[in-house]
């Protein structure tokens, strides 16, 4: 039983194009997150949200876009993708945003953009 | 703004060897430190974290790190590595309340030999 999973693993596609990428926790969790890992293993935060309610914007473009259907779905909508946008992208989730509760993670999701 | 050092991107150790991986961190405020491990390929999974209390901090696969706050470091240790240990290592923190993202630093990769 996986307990944060994403979809596709691996996502090739052109510049300007948009996609999507899907996460899903089973895990109960209030608050779910999208990591950026670039090309240097650089992990930075993208977006958190602790009941379907959006709680940090890390100056993203707006390009990226979170969608949270229900509790335990986080997507993330990238529009008009540039080559700046490859990177692994991670979902995570915790039972709350307190840092006395651990972060998931999911398995990853590489994004080339060409 | 808070961020992590990690002080080496690269530590080469021979199996059964001990290891210390650096991790510094700026904050003038009260933390919550954590270590993260990358397996190739994986997401991340938590190896420990400190919170409060005691400051010699023991997690999984018999790693330990001390909280050091006048040295303000968080540094990671194994008195006797394996060739499973391989592996990308992330210092992180939040800082200024017990609520937040994660900032990470830039990881450290492990490689362990026989």
């Known amino acids: 039983d996986t307990a944060v999973s994403q979809t596709p693993k691996y996502l090739v596609t052109q510049m300007g194009n948009d996609k999507s990428i899907k996460c899903e926790q089973n895990?109960?969790?209030?608050?779910m997150y999208w990591y950026k890992q670039d090309s240097k293993k650089f992990l930075k935060i993208m977006f958190s949200?602790?009941?379907?309610?959006?709680?940090i914007n890390e100056t993203v473009p707006n390009r990226f876009s979170p969608k949270s259907p229900d509790k335990a779905h986080l997507n993330l909508h990238i529009n008009s993708l540039e080559l700046g946008d490859s990177a692994v992208y991670f979902c995570?989730?915790?039972?709350?945003?307190?840092?006395?509760?651990?972060?998931?993670f999911g398995p990853g999701t590489r994004l080339t953009v060409l | 703004a808070q961020s992590v050092t990690q002080l080496d991107s690269q530590v080469p150790v021979f199996e059964e060897a001990p290891v210390e991986l650096r991790c510094n961190y700026s904050s003038s405020v009260s933390v919550y430190l954590f270590w993260y491990v990358q397996y190739p390929n994986q997401g991340l999974q938590l190896l420990l974290k400190?919170?409060?209390?005691?400051?010699l901090v023991k997690g999984i696969n018999g790693f330990e790190a001390e909280f050091n706050k006048s040295q303000t470091s968080f540094h990671l240790r194994k008195p006797s590595v394996h060739i499973s240990d391989t592996a990308e290592y992330f210092c992180a923190v939040i800082s200024g309340g017990s609520q937040g993202n994660l900032i990470f630093g830039k990881g450290t990769k492990l490689s362990v030999k026989p």
């Open positions: 995570a989730s915790s039972q709350s945003l307190s840092a006395y509760n651990e972060q998931f």
């Open positions: 949200y602790n009941n379907k309610e959006l709680i």
């Open positions: 895990l109960g969790h209030d608050t």
């Open positions: 400190y919170l409060s209390g005691s400051t």
